[in-house]
């Protein structure tokens, strides 16, 4: 099993900054992917950006320029910087951890931003 445990998130004003984090624990296989994505009321979750343990990414083009997504293998934790933030950048955001078949969600944390 693959337990996620989700930080970050909160209210910010556009053009701000927040950062999210996610840890993995349990089983976790040596290949893997971890990323995030995000969720509005009613709408399918989108892929914001996801990074393997290789170190290769990929970036939502709605994020490109604006957010960055980094991991630390050694601790198994995942952390998205976003920069210039948009009020339409106003999600839940899931931590997704991903390895074969095995899919495994965070609970989710909620990101507004607004004046």
């Known amino acids: 099993q693959v337990q996620l445990v989700e930080s970050g998130g909160g209210l910010v004003q556009p053009g701000g900054s927040l950062r999210l984090s996610c840890a993995a624990s349990g089983n976790i296989a040596r290949l893997n992917s971890m990323g995030w994505y995000r969720q509005a009321p009613g709408k399918q979750r989108d892929l914001v950006a996801e990074?393997?343990?290789?170190?290769?990414?990929n970036l939502a083009d709605s994020v490109k320029g604006r957010f960055t997504i980094s991991r630390d293998n050694a601790k198994n934790t995942v952390t998205l910087q976003m920069n210039s933030l948009k009020p339409e950048d106003t999600d839940v955001y899931y931590c997704k951890y991903r390895a074969g078949y095995l899919e495994v969600w965070g609970q989710g944390t909620l990101v507004t931003v607004s004046s």
């Open positions: 990074i393997n343990s290789g170190g290769g990414a």
